[in-house]
């Protein structure tokens, strides 16, 4: 089973409105970043926070993390058209004697006009 | 600075047939991750070279091999290509390996789409 699981799986919001995304995971981290793709093409980094963080910003992203309940939300606020997007967390995990970043499946963004 | 770079972006080939992929880090940068993505497992972490090194691996099958170079330029290889090996193929690299934790960003290429028939 995926060590994140994001929810909810599909997101439509209308533009100008706050777009929230969750994530789950099971094992220890040291530390969860969340990811953007556009349909069908590479990952963009957006933002990273380590397990001794509770939140981080970056322009209009706000990120928490909750290790007790192994979970971390993504805020984009004031949304835009060119939000639209997949939006992956990934922990960075050891899983089996490997060191792993493990992705969720993503939560499907669409921004209406 | 160039961005990560796959070629090539495009491949069609069919089952039994062996193919290489090839992936060019950022300047600098030692480390490079593959990830297989398909619709229905999603992501999954491959394998990270490090310094012409394995440093970490996934669970995919022995089929699934790479390399890296002492340019860090690294291919990966799936012999005896299955149906279900289909997918999104992409690379990332940073400048540190993940080798004990992933802290470092990971620059993504486009990728590579695989079509198997």
């Known amino acids: 089973s995926q060590q994140g699981e994001e929810d909810p799986q599909a997101l439509s919001i209308q533009e100008g409105e706050n777009a929230t995304m969750n994530c789950s995971y099971k094992t220890s981290i040291n530390n969860l970043q969340w990811y953007r793709q556009n349909s069908g093409r590479g990952l963009v980094h957006l933002i990273l926070?380590?397990?001794?963080?509770r939140e981080k910003h970056s322009g209009r992203l706000r990120v928490t993390l909750d290790t007790s309940k192994k979970s971390s939300s993504l805020l984009i606020t004031a949304s835009r058209a060119a939000d639209t997007a997949s939006y992956f967390c990934a922990t960075d995990a050891r899983i089996q004697g490997a060191q792993k970043l493990v992705f969720g499946q993503g939560t499907r963004l669409t921004i209406n006009p | 600075k160039a961005g990560v770079t796959q070629t090539p972006r495009y491949l069609i080939k069919t089952r039994g047939q062996q193919v290489t992929l090839s992936c060019s880090p950022i300047s600098g940068h030692r480390s490079v991750s593959w990830y297989q993505q398909t619709p229905g497992q999603g992501l999954q972490f491959l394998f990270e070279y490090f310094s012409e090194t394995q440093r970490n691996k996934g669970n995919f099958p022995g089929r699934f091999s790479g390399r890296q170079f002492s340019n860090s330029r690294s291919e990966m290889n799936v012999s005896t290509l299955e149906l279900g090996d289909s997918a999104l193929y992409l690379c990332?690299?940073?400048?540190?390996?993940?080798?004990?934790?992933?802290?470092?960003?990971?620059?993504f290429g486009p990728g590579t789409r695989l079509t198997v028939l």
């Open positions: 990332a690299s940073s400048r540190t390996s993940g080798g004990l934790t992933f802290t470092d960003t990971q620059y």
């Open positions: 926070i380590r397990s001794n963080e």
